[in-house]
């Protein structure tokens, strides 16, 4: 528990998170299991000159960094935390491929330079020039988290910062196609909007990117990030104690809960771990779900965040999210919880302030 | 001076050695593990010299005990080894007997088993369970699994620095009492990835690295993994547990100045240097002895160099060396490896040589330590820096 508010945020999804005033209520289909993000105009916030030399994930990242800093009023941030479940995979798998195609030779820098995990964190410090404490976590689908964790703590060490915490990931042609082959993608196309319920092995991949401002309480705040816990491995059953023992760490009792958002991504395999939840201990909350419009990726349980924000902000739950029949007076606490494969699990508590 | 996080535990593999013992005694003996590449097949072999591990992956999987069908990537084995040791010098048997994490720093994660298997995961079959290996966060936890820990788990990856961010994140959690007892190091296996990367770069040299030199032509990499167990005085108090040493500051700090290379003020290192000081409570003088990143490439140890003039003053450096010609740049190791060989110096109170030392650089008049010495050590700072900016500094204390 600490004073970690949400001061700024921004999110681009596979949908139009970007356009200011709406709130999903323009949505766009997909087909096909693999999908890209919905592109802002990036040239408003990025150099053409720049901008030639970037890959997807730094595109991204530079410019929700950039909206979420304006969002707050904070030009300099005194710390960036970036969280990548994969870093920057184009550029790493085309020097992979060049490196085995072409035996080891011709093979020019920048790929390379741009394939490691913290380019985004690094890029985004050199467009601020900021010098501040810089780290980038790669926990699979808890890289986001594990980012809010650090910012937390560093905020409990010294009260006054403003920290930038963002989540990027970026989707690979063909690396992303090899979770086709072990089963982690669907082989066949659906309706992104019937994924929660697909009842097939696998998900729907895509990319995006969120960026936050967090730090002390300002007349910007839009949550409280109360508290986020982050476990690697555990059963269905182990992860309902673990809620149970979250909710009360803080205070408070299920009954406080006024919805949870779940990471539901259609994968027969994994999601009882969600319906273990939402038949128990979730049934009288409100249950809101997201990957049937933006899909999933590691940082795709950022978007929850940027969700959380979005009904504190407008009072407004968009009905394409609720999957089940409770519906709250008031979004006061908002709880979510997200895993892939089973292994990475996050949960996390944002209040109304 | 603050008093730092209590280390109880260590466990190291590189070039030089399988176990702290080895490595202790391959820095007595001045017994470099610089050599040429057998390990790994790579059209370069000729033409570089690197820090190997000389056992192949086999030979690292019936150590650990793994079926070939339940085997890890090289980067997760050697991590397992050096995680292992430092658990057992700690003397824990019962992992969960108190609220445990796990950190690790890399850069390659399973790089090695992608460029193996990766145009193969189309016909056969076998090799797709390494598919996920592609992200970083699964050779971390290969490590926790094998060891038992299902909490708190992650993986820093900030290139060069990262093990040193993970023993630093380490301490704060613990300093917080988010946690009671966190296992930190880093891992990194060689791969054909990065040595073609910094091969573009031109940051190889084709023979022994030379730290600090004028007429240094480049870095050798390393593969090696390294692990701290950090524990809470309670936990220190309670067991009464023998406490190796202390982590008594830490700092982070970005040179905002190029995506891979260092600027010419060392601005990123010395932000680093002296906020490391601060947390530390400690002043520039109060340091024994540096234990350098110093990679050998020319842009490093002139950066590093003129950084550490500005934290101590140039006429009054004090002892220091770069490890880096034992054991190679173990890239996102480095920092775990250097804590090691930190906490051996003060527990030997030795100096660990800078090898292959011969000319004093033009721009200044800084002279590595060059033979193994012994001398009363209670305060080490040691640095680690990497692409992106990122620049980090421990300090150790006794």
């Avoid at chain 2, 298997?117 to 970083?136: K, P």
Wanted: aromatic share 8%; charged share 20%; hydrophobic share 40%.
């Amino acid at each position: 528990m600490s004073d970690c508010f949400i001061n700024g945020i921004a999110s681009i999804s596979a949908q139009p998170t970007t356009d200011p005033g709406t709130f999903l209520e323009e949505l766009i289909s997909y087909k096909e299991p693999i999908f890209r993000c919905h592109d802002p105009n990036y040239k408003d916030y990025i150099k053409p000159a720049a901008m030639r030399r970037m890959s997807k994930s730094v595109k991204m990242g530079v410019t929700t960094a950039s909206m979420a800093l304006k969002d707050s009023g904070v030009e300099m941030p005194d710390a960036i935390i970036t969280g990548t479940g994969m870093g920057c995979k184009q550029d790493s798998e085309k020097f992979l491929e060049n490196i085995l195609h072409n035996d080891e030779q011709f093979l020019t820098p920048t790929l390379f330079i741009q394939s490691t995990h913290n380019t985004v964190g690094g890029q985004v410090a050199l467009g601020l020039g900021c010098k501040a404490y810089n780290v980038t976590y790669v926990q699979g689908a808890a890289s986001f988290e594990t980012s809010v964790m650090d910012a937390q703590l560093m905020l409990s060490e010294e009260s006054g910062k403003n920290i930038l915490v963002g989540g990027i990931d970026e989707i690979a042609k063909n690396s992303t196609l090899l979770h086709k082959l072990d089963g982690q993608i669907k082989n066949d196309d659906i309706d992104l909007i019937d994924l929660l319920d697909s009842n097939t092995l696998g998900t729907v991949a895509s990319e995006g990117a969120t960026f936050m401002v967090l730090g002390a309480k300002t007349d910007k705040s839009l949550a409280n990030i109360v508290d986020v816990e982050t476990i690697s491995e555990a059963t269905p059953n182990e992860i309902k104690a673990d809620i149970e023992k979250f909710v009360f760490r803080q205070g408070l009792s299920l009954d406080d809960i006024d919805a949870v958002v779940l990471g539901n991504n259609g994968d027969v395999k994994y999601d009882n771990y969600y319906k273990n939840l939402q038949s128990s201990i979730f049934s009288n909350i409100e249950q809101l779900c997201y990957k049937h419009l933006i899909g999933d990726y590691y940082v795709a349980s950022s978007f929850g965040f940027w969700l959380a924000c979005k009904i504190f902000e407008t009072n407004q739950i968009p009905s394409v999210l609720k999957v089940n029949d409770v519906t709250a007076k008031n979004h006061n606490n908002v709880l979510l919880y997200n895993q892939y494969l089973g292994k990475n699990h996050s949960i996390a508590l944002l209040q109304r302030c | 001076m603050n008093k730092g996080i209590a280390i109880t535990g260590m466990g190291i593999i590189s070039s030089i050695g399988n176990t702290v013992e080895e490595n202790l005694n391959a820095l007595k003996s001045v017994s470099p593990g610089i050599s040429r590449i057998e390990m790994l097949k790579t059209r370069h072999s000729d033409q570089i010299m690197v820090g190997e591990i000389k056992k192949t992956n086999n030979v690292l999987e019936e150590e650990l005990g793994l079926e070939p069908l339940h085997s890890f990537s090289r980067t997760a084995m050697i991590g397992t080894i050096a995680a292992k040791e430092a658990l057992q010098d700690a003397q824990i048997s019962d992992i969960n007997k108190y609220r445990t994490g796990f950190i690790s720093g890399t850069s390659v994660g399973g790089m090695d088993t992608t460029e193996k298997y990766y145009l193969g995961y189309n016909e056969i079959e076998d090799y797709r369970r390494f598919i996920q290996a592609q992200h970083a966060g699964f050779t971390t936890q290969s490590i926790s699994n094998y060891l038992g820990i299902h909490g708190y788990v992650s993986t820093i990856s900030t290139a060069c620095s990262s093990a040193a961010n993970a023993i630093m994140l380490g301490a704060r959690m613990i300093q917080a009492g988010k946690i009671d007892r966190m296992i930190v190091g880093g891992t990194d296996a060689l791969s054909k990835f990065t040595i073609n990367g910094f091969g573009t770069l031109m940051i190889l040299s084709d023979s022994e690295c030379t730290p600090f030199d004028d007429n240094r032509k480049g870095l050798n990499l390393g593969e090696a993994a390294a692990f701290l167990v950090l524990e809470s005085d309670a936990i220190v108090e309670k067991e009464n547990k023998k406490v190796l040493g202390r982590v008594a500051g830490w700092a982070n700090a970005n040179d905002a100045f190029h995506q891979t290379a260092s600027s010419s003020d060392g601005e990123g290192a010395y932000l680093a240097m002296n906020k490391a000081l601060k947390v530390a409570n400690m002043t520039a003088k109060d340091i024994d002895y540096v234990n350098a990143h110093g990679t050998a490439t020319p842009n490093n140890d002139l950066s590093e160099g003129v950084a550490m003039t500005r934290i101590f003053g140039e006429e009054n450096i004090p002892v220091f060396s770069s490890t880096k010609a034992f054991t190679g740049h173990t890239l996102a190791a480095a920092g775990s490896v250097e804590a090691v060989y930190s906490l051996l110096s003060l527990k030997e109170n030795l100096i660990f040589p800078n090898l292959n030392f011969k000319t004093k650089m033009k721009e200044f008049s800084l002279v590595p330590q060059t033979e193994l010495v012994a001398k009363e050590v209670k305060t080490i700072l040691s640095n680690s820096f990497g692409f992106g900016g990122n620049c980090s500094t421990l300090i150790f204390t006794k």
